[in-house]
């Protein structure tokens, strides 16, 4: 993505050659998927602001934005306190008799614009229907988790249609997971099961692999492997 720093851009590089050898063991693989998955929350963070600068600049006055890493959930409170932009945040170390109350108060206050949620800490038992677009700013390997999380907004008292914007990053691990996780909700959509929505209104990306390039073809067969288990320990 653009406006990464060259570190950044460099050890992004090196996740994705360590990515492509080699591995002794599932540990080495998994470890080394992890620092991958890391690096490339942080080459996002940049164009992640960016982002929902703008739709605040559009208008959009009620959304809810999704992050896994707390590098991320970090930097967007951080630029939307300096940018006077009422917020809340729940993440994992939010108390879970703060959470309904945060909830309540977003849901009903005009002063806040923007909820800052975790994947996996705010991905079930709230409801945040006043929102009217959900923004993940990190893909997930488990869809059933993003699937939950886009129901906090999908709520009873929802009267208007919820907008899902995916923010996926090419050069980075997203275009590994992506195609992945559309595969996955397909199969859960053949199977009758409700995820089925998600890969109703995905844009399909077909960037990801090419099969002449081996290194590339390498880090997608360990993907799936690991994908397959549904790994919820990415931090």
């Not at 209104?201 to 073809?217: I, L, S, V």
Request: charged content about 25%.
């Amino acid at each position: 993505p653009e406006g990464i720093n060259t570190r950044t851009k460099a050890e992004l590089a090196a996740a994705a050659k360590e990515m492509a050898k080699g591995f002794k063991s599932k540990q080495e693989q998994k470890e080394a998927l992890i620092v991958f998955y890391n690096k490339t929350s942080e080459a996002k963070i940049h164009c992640i602001l960016e982002y929902i600068l703008d739709l605040l600049e559009s208008g959009r006055q009620k959304f809810l934005v999704f992050a896994h890493h707390k590098l991320i959930l970090d930097a967007i409170s951080e630029e939307l306190e300096k940018k006077n932009v009422g917020f809340i945040r729940i993440d994992g170390s939010t108390p879970s008799a703060e959470r309904q109350s945060l909830s309540q108060e977003f849901q009903f206050s005009e002063k806040l614009s923007v909820a800052i949620l975790s994947l996996t800490a705010a991905n079930m038992g709230l409801t945040l229907s006043s929102a009217d677009l959900v923004v993940f700013t990190e893909l997930f390997w488990n869809p059933g988790v993003l699937m939950q999380a886009e129901d906090r907004a999908h709520r009873i008292g929802q009267t208007s249609s919820v907008d899902i914007h995916y923010l996926v990053a090419k050069g980075t691990a997203d275009d590994y997971l992506w195609p992945l996780i559309e595969k996955k909700i397909r199969v859960l959509g053949e199977a009758g099961l409700s995820e089925a929505k998600f890969s109703e209104t995905a844009e399909t990306t077909n960037y990801y692999t090419c099969k002449e390039d081996t290194k590339q073809q390498t880090i997608l067969d360990l993907f799936q492997r690991i994908f397959s288990e549904d790994i919820e320990d990415m931090d």
